[in-house]
C-alpha cells in the first residue's frame, strides 16, 4: 500500500522549493541532474571490473560538494561486498527534453535483465526498476533495489523512520541473523554465514533531519524501506537503503521519491590549492584558487606574513588572475613569486585562509625523511617491524607459499595459465620464498612489479644523490626492524638489499620472476591489522587435520600462493632490478651484488635465445615486453659496459614507439655509453615530450597530467616531474624542467578538490586518514603517498579525508614511495643549481 507518511514527504518535498533547490533539477550538459548543491549522478560511472565495487557505480548524489550516495542499483542482497555480482551495465540514455535518465543492465547468469529511469520533477528524482520479464524466482527475496550512503556523512548524525527517530550508529552494531554458507565477500573464512537485519523499516526515511547540508529523504511508493549497516559484514560496507523487488510482476514494481536538500544560496568555499611544505626563495610560487560557478568573479588574493608574536603583514596584495573552468568549477592563479623573503605565510582569498607554510631556502629539504623511514620499513615483508611502544607487525608470511593452481583466476588480477612453469605440483608448497620484498600496498600481497621498480628507484637515489641517512635498525638474520635506531648503515642500500633478496630467491626458487605471491582467498586478502597474525606461519601439511600442528607444519592451508606462469616481460623487469641492484650492493653485500648480476646476465642469455613467453593477465605479469627488455639492456650495460648490451640498447630503442615517462628516463641513463646516432634519436624524442608538454601545462591550472581512470594520478605526476628533470639535466636547451616544481606542488597541495598534501605526515595539512594496512582505524602510515585526486566522471574531483576505503584515492602503494623520494631529491637539487 502507499503510506500515509510517504505521501506527506513528497508534498513536504514538493513544497519547500525555496529550502530543496532554488531552480529545481535540471539535465546539465554534463548528462547529471543539478541544483544549486545538489547534483543526481545516474549511472554517469559503472563499475569497471578492475577491482569489483569500488564505490563509484550507478546512482550518485553529491550534495553541498561532497559525494554522499553511490551504487543506487538493483543488488542480490542487502550489504554487498567487494565481490559480490553486479548487473552489466548494457546501454545509457538521456532523454533532453524531459531530463529522464535511463540505464539498462543485466545479470546474463540469472537471464535477468532489468531498466532504471531517474526523472527529475521539480526538486525531487523519481527512481525506478522497470521489468519486461518478472522477476526470476530465484531471486525473490534477493534482489531489490539498493542505494548505499557514506557513513562518515551520517555518523552523529540521527534519522526518521516514518517520524520515528534514530541515530546512525558510530560503529556496527547491528543484529545479524547466522544460517546459510557463509559469503566469501564478508572477509571471514571461520563460522557460518551471516547476514545483517535492518535497523530501520518505513514507507519515507529522512537521512540528518537536523542537518540541511546532509538532509535527504527516500520514499518508496510501495513497499517499504529498509536501512542497513554494511559495516557488520565488512568496515569498508556504506549504510544501505533498500527495497526488495516483488516476485510475479512487470513494468515499475519499485518507485521511490528522492528529495536531496539543498542550502539556499549555497556557495561552496573556495579552495587554495598551494604547496603544504612550501616553497624555496626564488623558486616559483602560484597558488590555484578552485572557485564555485556562483561565488562572486572577482577575488583578491593575500599573503600574509606571519611574525613570531602572531602580528600580521600583507606581503602582496592582488586581484587573482582568471584562469577559466576546468570539471565543475573556475579557477584563478595568484602569482607570489616576487615574494623571497624567508618566514611564515598564508593565502587568504574568497573568504578562505590557508594554514601556515615556509618560504625558506630548506623548504623541500628532508620532506623524504618520513617515506625512508617509517613507510619502507612499515612495508618490509617477512620482518618483525617495530616502533618504540608500537609493534607495526610480526614476522609475517613466514609460510611462504604454494604453487597456484592451474587455469585459475584470482584476485587481485592474479592468474595462473594451463601449467606451473615450475616442477611443483599445484598446492605443493615451493620453498625459499619467505625473504625479502615489500608488502604491495595497503593489503599483503608481492607484486613483483611493484618489487622492481622500487629498487630501481631506489638505485636512482642512490646513484644520483648518495643520501647517507642512518635511522633505521634492519637485521636481515634476525628478521628484525626497529624505527628509529640507527645501526651504522645506510638505509637506503638496506632497503634495495631487501627488494633484491626477493628478486634473487624467486630465480633460485623457480628458476625465473613469478608474478607475484598473494593471499589465497577473500578472507585474508580483506586483512586488516598486523600481517604476522594473518598466517600461522607454519608450512601447510595436507597429512595434517585443520587445526593441527605438528614438526612446524599446520593442517591449516592459509600459506600465500605464488603464480608462476612464465613471462619474458617479468624476467626482463626483474634481471633490470637486480642489474641495477648489483651496482649499488658492490662493498655493501658483495655476495648479493654478484649474485645478482649473474642472475641477470643468465637470464638474459637464456631470453635472447628463445621465443618469448607471453603470457598476460592484468597488471601482474611485467609491462610492455619491449619497453622491459630495452630497460633490461640499459641497466646490464650501466653494470657491465659490455657491448652486447649497447647492441640490446639500440635494437630495444627501435623497437620503442615514441617513449615517454620512465622508460624515456632509461634511455637517458644510457647516453653515455652509447654513439652519437643514439643520442640524436633521443634528442628528438626529447623535442616531442616538450611539446606535449606545453599541451600538458595549458589544460589545467595546475600545469602537471591529471588523469580520469579508475586510479588517481599521483603516480603520474611524479613521474611527469621526474622525466621533466631528467631531460632537463640532459637537454637543458629543450626541457627547462619547471614542470618538476609543478608536480612537487601538486602532491603537496596544490590540486583540485582540497589542498591537503598527498603524502601522509609531510606539510602542514597532510593525509592522515589513507589506505594502509591500518585503514581500518581511520590512520595513516607516515611517508606513504596515497593516488590523489579521483575524477568522478564527468566532472567531480575527489579525495575524501574521512574514508580511507576508497582505494583509488587513498591506497598507499610501495613503489610510489621511493619515486616520491627520488622527486624530492631532484627537487632540492634543481633549486639549489637555480640559486647558485
Known amino acids: 500500500m502507499k503510506h500515509p507518511w510517504a505521501s506527506l514527504a513528497v508534498l513536504l518535498a514538493t513544497a519547500s522549493a525555496p529550502a530543496m533547490a532554488q531552480d529545481g533539477l535540471r539535465?546539465?550538459?554534463?548528462?547529471?541532474?543539478?541544483?544549486?548543491?545538489?547534483?543526481?549522478?545516474?549511472?554517469?560511472?559503472?563499475?569497471?571490473?578492475?577491482?569489483?565495487?569500488?564505490?563509484?557505480?550507478?546512482?550518485?548524489?553529491?550534495?553541498?560538494?561532497?559525494?554522499?550516495?553511490?551504487?543506487?542499483?538493483?543488488?542480490?542482497?542487502?550489504?554487498?561486498?567487494?565481490?559480490?555480482?553486479?548487473?552489466?551495465?548494457?546501454?545509457?540514455?538521456?532523454?533532453?527534453?524531459?531530463?529522464?535518465?535511463?540505464?539498462?543492465?543485466?545479470?546474463?547468469?540469472h537471464g535477468f535483465r532489468y531498466t532504471i529511469v531517474a526523472t527529475p520533477r521539480g526538486e525531487v528524482v523519481t527512481l525506478e526498476v522497470v521489468l519486461d520479464q518478472p522477476l526470476p524466482a530465484a531471486l525473490v527475496g534477493q534482489a531489490g533495489l539498493n542505494l548505499e550512503f557514506l557513513p562518515s556523512a551520517y555518523v552523529r548524525r540521527s534519522f526518521m523512520a516514518d517520524g520515528a527517530a534514530g541515530l546512525f550508529p558510530l560503529h556496527p552494531a547491528g543484529e545479524m541473523v547466522a544460517g546459510g554458507p557463509r559469503n566469501a565477500a564478508s572477509g571471514r573464512d571461520f563460522g557460518p554465514g551471516a547476514e545483517p537485519l535492518p535497523f530501520a523499516t518505513g514507507g519515507t526515511v529522512v537521512l540528518a533531519p537536523e542537518d540541511p547540508a546532509r538532509r535527504v529523504t527516500v520514499t518508496a511508493e510501495t513497499g517499504d524501506l529498509a536501512l542497513f549497516d554494511g559495516r557488520n559484514q565488512a568496515q569498508n560496507g556504506w549504510f544501505v537503503l533498500r527495497s526488495l523487488i516483488p516476485g510475479g510482476r512487470t513494468g515499475s514494481v519499485v518507485r521511490w521519491t528522492l528529495a536531496a536538500h539543498s542550502v539556499p544560496d549555497w556557495v561552496r568555499p573556495a579552495v587554495i590549492g598551494h604547496s603544504q611544505i612550501g616553497y624555496a626563495p626564488q623558486q616559483p610560487k602560484v597558488a590555484v584558487i578552485e572557485m564555485d560557478r556562483n561565488a562572486a568573479p572577482a577575488v583578491e588574493a593575500r599573503l600574509i606574513r606571519i611574525g613570531a608574536d602572531g602580528a600580521e603583514d600583507a606581503r602582496l596584495v592582488a586581484p587573482a588572475e582568471p584562469w577559466g573552468a576546468y570539471l565543475r568549477y573556475d579557477y584563478r592563479t595568484f602569482d607570489f613569486s616576487t615574494v623571497q623573503d624567508p618566514g611564515l605565510y598564508v593565502i587568504e582569498a574568497g573568504g578562505t585562509r590557508t594554514a601556515p607554510f615556509r618560504i625558506a631556502g630548506d623548504a623541500l629539504a628532508g620532506t623524504w625523511r618520513p617515506t625512508s623511514d617509517v613507510f619502507l620499513p612499515v612495508q618490509m615483508d617477512h620482518m618483525f617491524v617495530n616502533e618504540a611502544y608500537r609493534v607495526w607487525h610480526g614476522d609475517p608470511h613466514r609460510d611462504d607459499a604454494r604453487q597456484a593452481p592451474l587455469n585459475h583466476e584470482h584476485i587481485d588480477l592474479y592468474r595462473q595459465g594451463p601449467t606451473t612453469d615450475t616442477r611443483f605440483e599445484p598446492g605443493e608448497h615451493i620453498p625459499g620464498l619467505a625473504v625479502g620484498g615489500w608488502l604491495d600496498a595497503g593489503d599483503f600481497d608481492q607484486r613483483t612489479q611493484t618489487q622492481y621498480a622500487a629498487i630501481r628507484s631506489l638505485v636512482s637515489v642512490w646513484e644520483a644523490y648518495r643520501p647517507a641517512r642512518d635511522q633505521t635498525l634492519i637485521d636481515q638474520s634476525r628478521r628484525r626492524v626497529e624505527l628509529h635506531v640507527p645501526d651504522g648503515e645506510a638505509d637506503i642500500l638496506q632497503q634495495v638489499e631487501h627488494g633484491t633478496l626477493q628478486l634473487v630467491a624467486q630465480f633460485d626458487a623457480v628458476g625465473h620472476a613469478i608474478h607475484g605471491i598473494v593471499e589465497p582467498d577473500v578472507a585474508q586478502y580483506?586483512?586488516?591489522?598486523?600481517?604476522?597474525?594473518?598466517?600461522?606461519?607454519?608450512?601447510?601439511?595436507?597429512?595434517?587435520?585443520?587445526?593441527?600442528?605438528?614438526?612446524?607444519?599446520?593442517?591449516?592451508?592459509?600459506?600465500?600462493?605464488?603464480?608462476?606462469?612464465?613471462?619474458?616481460?617479468?624476467?626482463?623487469?626483474?634481471?633490470?632490478?637486480?642489474?641495477?641492484?648489483?651496482?649499488?650492493?658492490?662493498?655493501?653485500?658483495?655476495?648479493?651484488?654478484?649474485?645478482?648480476?649473474?642472475?641477470?646476465?643468465?637470464?638474459?642469455?637464456?631470453?635472447?635465445?628463445?621465443?618469448?613467453?607471453t603470457f598476460r593477465h592484468g597488471n601482474t605479469t611485467g609491462g610492455p615486453l619491449e619497453v622491459e627488455r630495452f630497460t633490461a639492456a640499459v641497466e646490464l650495460l650501466l653494470a657491465t659496459g659490455k657491448p652486447i648490451y649497447a647492441e640490446g640498447v639500440a635494437a630495444g630503442w627501435a623497437d620503442l614507439e615514441d617513449p615517454s615517462g620512465g622508460v624515456l628516463r632509461t634511455a637517458l641513463q644510457a647516453l653515455p655509453l652509447m654513439p652519437a646516432d643514439y643520442r640524436a634519436q633521443v634528442e628528438a624524442t626529447a623535442r616531442r615530450w616538450a611539446a606535449r608538454s606545453v599541451e600538458i601545462a595549458a589544460a589545467n591550472p595546475y600545469g602537471v597530467p591529471i588523469g580520469t581512470g579508475g586510479w588517481a594520478g599521483s603516480g603520474q605526476v611524479i613521474d611527469y616531474g621526474l622525466t621533466a628533470h631528467a631531460l632537463h639535466a640532459a637537454f637543458p636547451e629543450i626541457v627547462d624542467g619547471q614542470a618538476l616544481l609543478r608536480a612537487v606542488d601538486f602532491i603537496h597541495g596544490n590540486h583540485p578538490g582540497s589542498d591537503v598534501s598527498l603524502v601522509s605526515g609531510v606539510g602542514t595539512v597532510s593525509k592522515e586518514v589513507a589506505y594502509g594496512s591500518n585503514r581500518a582505524d581511520f590512520s595513516f602510515i607516515a611517508g606513504g603517498v596515497v593516488p590523489g585526486v579521483l575524477i568522478i566522471k564527468p566532472d567531480f574531483p575527489e579525495n575524501k579525508e574521512d574514508w580511507p576505503f576508497l582505494w583509488g584515492e587513498n591506497e598507499y602503494v610501495v613503489n610510489l614511495g621511493p619515486s616520491y623520494i627520488e622527486l624530492m631529491h631532484a627537487a632540492e637539487a634543481f633549486n639549489a643549481a637555480r640559486a647558485d
Not at 598466517?535 to 593441527?548: K, R, S
Open 526 to 613: 580483506t586483512h586488516l591489522g598486523d600481517a604476522g597474525s594473518k598466517t600461522d606461519g607454519l608450512i601447510y601439511d595436507p597429512a595434517l587435520a585443520p587445526g593441527e600442528q605438528a614438526d612446524g607444519r599446520s593442517g591449516d592451508p592459509d600459506d600465500r600462493w605464488v603464480f608462476t606462469s612464465r613471462s619474458s616481460a617479468l624476467n626482463y623487469g626483474s634481471i633490470a632490478a637486480l642489474a641495477a641492484a648489483s651496482r649499488v650492493l658492490k662493498d655493501f653485500r658483495d655476495p648479493l651484488a654478484a649474485k645478482s648480476l649473474a642472475i641477470a646476465e643468465r637470464i638474459w642469455a637464456e631470453e635472447q635465445g628463445r621465443e618469448p613467453a
Open 27 to 109: 539535465l546539465n550538459e554534463a548528462g547529471y541532474l543539478e541544483a544549486r548543491g545538489v547534483n543526481w549522478l545516474v549511472f554517469s560511472n559503472w563499475y569497471d571490473g578492475l577491482f569489483a565495487d569500488s564505490k563509484i557505480s550507478g546512482v550518485e548524489l553529491i550534495q553541498q560538494g561532497v559525494r554522499t550516495a553511490t551504487n543506487g542499483d538493483v543488488r542480490l542482497s542487502a550489504t554487498p561486498g567487494q565481490w559480490d555480482p553486479i548487473g552489466a551495465l548494457v546501454s545509457r540514455t538521456v532523454d533532453p527534453e524531459t531530463g529522464a535518465i535511463t540505464a539498462v543492465l543485466e545479470y546474463a547468469d
